[in-house]
């Protein structure tokens, strides 16, 4: 069982920057695949970045490409997403997954079923 907590969302102007945070907790972090997803009032849940279990691989939706950075530490039970020139189409609640499950590649996880566990989210509004 792993319970995740975000923080860090807010109120930003176009261009500005936010990192979110989220905590673990539970045993053997560094076992799970995370995740940042988002989602927009009407909108599909999306998933925006995955991380692999080591954090030497990562994968981006190309709209976040070159801004966003996910990040993981693993003595701290911790991930990360610094997102930098933020613009208004990024207002979204955003959640942190784990997943214990095993493909091949990170691609392979932009189903929500790929995903174990979720964070309540955390509400990041971008004003233009």
């Known amino acids: 069982q792993v319970e995740l907590v975000e923080s860090g969302g807010g109120l930003v102007q176009t261009g500005g920057s936010l990192r979110l945070s989220c905590a673990a907790s539970?045993?053997?972090?560094?076992?799970?695949?995370m995740g940042w997803f988002r989602q927009a009032p009407g909108k599909e849940r999306e998933l925006v970045a995955t991380?692999?279990?080591?954090?030497?691989?990562?994968v981006y939706v190309d709209s976040v490409k070159g801004r966003f950075t996910i990040s993981r530490d693993n003595a701290k039970n911790r991930l990360y997403l610094q997102m930098n020139s933020l613009l208004p189409e990024d207002t979204a609640v955003y959640y942190c997954?784990?997943?214990?499950?095993?493909?091949?590649?990170?691609?392979?996880?932009?189903?929500?079923?790929?995903?174990?566990?979720w964070g309540q989210g955390t509400q990041v509004t971008v004003s233009s």
């Open positions: 997954a784990a997943s214990g499950k095993y493909y091949s590649g990170l691609y392979n996880y932009a189903d929500l079923s790929s995903w174990d566990y």
């Open positions: 539970g045993r053997t972090f560094s076992s799970y695949v």
């Open positions: 991380i692999s279990r080591d954090g030497y691989r990562t």
